[in-house]
């Protein structure tokens, strides 16, 4: 029904011996909407379809696809790889030097120092 946009299906006359008949191609613009109406269901179970009549309002023709569905390969995307960190050469002391100061502490040390200063070396 177009005007509610609702569309039954009608698992009844599913397994139905009726003949099966050649049909027309849908064009483009009708194949992706109802491609988009059925919740992007695959073209094959679309031509299944209309070629059961299980769909009411679905036209019986023949429904291809000329292109991937942009929601399809938005679903399928993989995220890029980040590439590989460049490897130091470890070898080297004093390199490559993390340093943090800390301070001033409120209570000081035995030497009556406030602030602490951490070196590491990768």
């Known amino acids: ?5 609702l569309y039954t299906i009608n698992l009844h006359e599913m397994a139905s011996a009726s003949p099966i008949c050649l049909m027309a191609h ?3 613009t009708k194949s992706w909407l109802w491609h988009q109406r059925l919740s992007h269901l695959n073209f094959d179970t679309i031509n299944d379809l209309a070629r059961n009549d299980l769909v009411s309002g679905l036209p019986k023709f023949k429904y291809h696809k ?3 569905c942009p929601s399809y390969e938005q ?16 070898r080297q002391m004093l390199h490559l030097l993390y340093m943090d100061l800390c301070g001033p502490m409120r209570i000081a040390s035995i030497n009556e120092k406030r602030y602490v ?5 990768d």
């Open 1 to 5: 029904d177009r005007s509610t946009n």
């Open 66 to 68: 000329e292109h991937l």
């Open 26 to 28: 849908a064009s483009s």
């Open 117 to 121: 200063l951490v070196i590491v070396d």
């Open 75 to 90: 679903g399928k995307s993989k995220r890029a790889s980040h590439p590989p960190k460049p490897i130091l050469n470890l």
